[in-house]
């Protein structure tokens, strides 16, 4: 279980009353859960399983805003003796920490908390400007500067990102998780594995992506030579967009008409499996691993439901369950999204998970041999070969949301003309 913060989600930045407050909130709801944590009135929980933590199941968000001393004060409080009455009331825990099972960050306050810090500093450089230079621009109005909305939150220094994230795992031992949820792109990800040792991150972005109609296609570590490589998958299976900055999409909007006539599979980087069985059969050598979700490797199931004599006659069982099937094409997706059918997401979404599974096995892989040096090479690599601006996202969105428009007119016009008819027959009856 995760246990209740008080992280201020309204437009920042925040006084320093609030944020105190909240740091006496997050501690104080703590306090409460262990409190009433069964496992804690165990009597076999004794003091080597309070060092190695074997007894409790509770997470802890990590507050502070992007206040560096405020996170670590409130990581501190978690490493501080108990004593009094919170001493009585949480025995045998000599400390929260020992409560305490991980550290959980939530990445979309902490980009809102930044954004608004960068963009208040701002406003105050140029209000000094102002008061010391005193020059009108044209017409006699002072130039000021407007912060920015919320959504340009998502554009922040991944160095100050990093350093919040320090703040508040300093004081902490360091074999326990560190969660984070919702990074913005495996460009981030990277980085919070490298500079900061995050261990988990849920699967947001993935998601996400399918949403929006977007079919990732993007491996980790980045193998000199194979990323890019000539041959047929040029042309039987078009790779992601290279935009104008050099750097390759992370993979494809389905929803673009470019892929009304793409019979291929949704991924260049990674092998459907009935292709993957053929190359092994005639000795092709595979260079890229193959992707096992139901879009790209399908099998037929060894067994149907079979509600009545017609369903008999529909299914002979000369199906090879063993054997796959070819894979769900990018112009059946495409035409899937067109037409609303919830189908094209769950492919997606299968598709998009596997591929972000395969991207932290690379990272496990790199990481094996404790090898800093070449991860860190290689993160450098992942985003000198991908667009980080996620231009390729920006797009999808524009383009889900006029096939959703269009979606909504199409119903509006036929829900108008259902109540006509409706009208009409009242006005008979009467």
């Not at 990277?190 to 040792?197: F, H």
């Not at 990018?330 to 395969?358: F, G, I, K, Q, W």
């Not at 667009?387 to 829900?415: I, N, Q, S, Y």
Request: hydrophobic share 35%.
């Amino acid at each position: 279980m995760t246990a209740l913060s008080d992280v201020p989600f309204t437009a920042g930045p925040h006084s320093q009353k609030r944020t105190a407050k909240s740091l006496e909130r997050s501690t104080a709801w703590l306090n409460n859960l262990l409190r009433s944590t069964p496992a804690r009135r165990d009597s076999r929980v004794t003091d080597a399983v309070l060092d190695e933590n074997k007894f409790s199941n509770v997470l802890v968000h990590m507050t502070g805003g992007a206040i560096v001393q405020a996170r670590k004060v409130f990581a501190d409080s978690l490493m501080e003796d108990l004593e009094g009455i919170d001493a009585d009331r949480l025995a045998p825990l000599r400390r929260l920490d020992d409560g305490i099972a991980g550290y959980v960050f939530d990445l979309v306050p902490l980009r809102s908390a930044l954004s608004a810090r960068s963009n208040s500093n701002a406003v105050e450089n140029e209000e000094t400007d102002i008061a010391t230079t005193r020059q009108p621009q044209a017409h006699g109005v002072l130039h000021t500067v407007t912060p920015t909305p919320v959504e340009g939150a998502l554009q922040v220094d991944p160095a100050a990102l990093s350093e919040l994230f320090r703040a508040s795992l300093r004081p902490l031992p360091t074999h326990k998780p560190r969660i984070a949820n919702s990074a913005r792109s495996p460009h981030e990800m990277l980085r919070l594995i490298r500079d900061v040792g995050v261990d988990l991150f849920d699967a947001h972005w993935a998601q996400r992506a399918a949403d929006i109609g977007v079919a990732l296609d993007f491996r980790f570590p980045i193998v000199p030579g194979l990323t890019r490589p000539t041959g047929e998958d040029d042309t039987d299976c078009p790779r992601p967009k290279v935009r104008d900055s050099g750097n390759a999409d992370l993979g494809h909007n389905l929803y673009s008409a470019i892929y009304a006539n793409d019979h291929s599979r949704l991924a260049s980087g990674f092998l459907d499996g009935q292709t993957y069985e053929r190359r092994a059969a005639e000795g092709i050598p595979n260079i890229r691993p193959i992707c096992p979700c139901g879009a790209c490797s399908p099998r037929n199931p060894g067994s149907h439901i079979l509600h009545s004599s017609v369903d008999h006659m529909s299914w002979d069982g000369s199906t090879n369950p063993d054997g796959f099937e070819p894979p769900f094409m990018r112009s059946y997706v495409h035409h899937l999204l067109h037409t609303h059918e919830m189908s094209a997401h769950t492919l997606l979404v299968m598709h998009n998970l596997h591929v972000l599974d395969a991207f932290f096995a690379g990272v496990r892989s790199t990481l094996e041999g404790n090898d800093v040096e070449n991860f860190s090479r290689q993160v450098d690599w992942f985003s000198k070969l991908y667009d980080e601006d996620m231009v390729l996202f920006d797009e999808a969105k524009v383009d889900w949301a006029k096939v959703e428009t269009a979606r909504g007119k199409g119903r509006l016009a036929r829900e108008k003309v259902k109540q006509a008819e409706s009208n009409s027959e009242i006005s008979v009856d009467v």
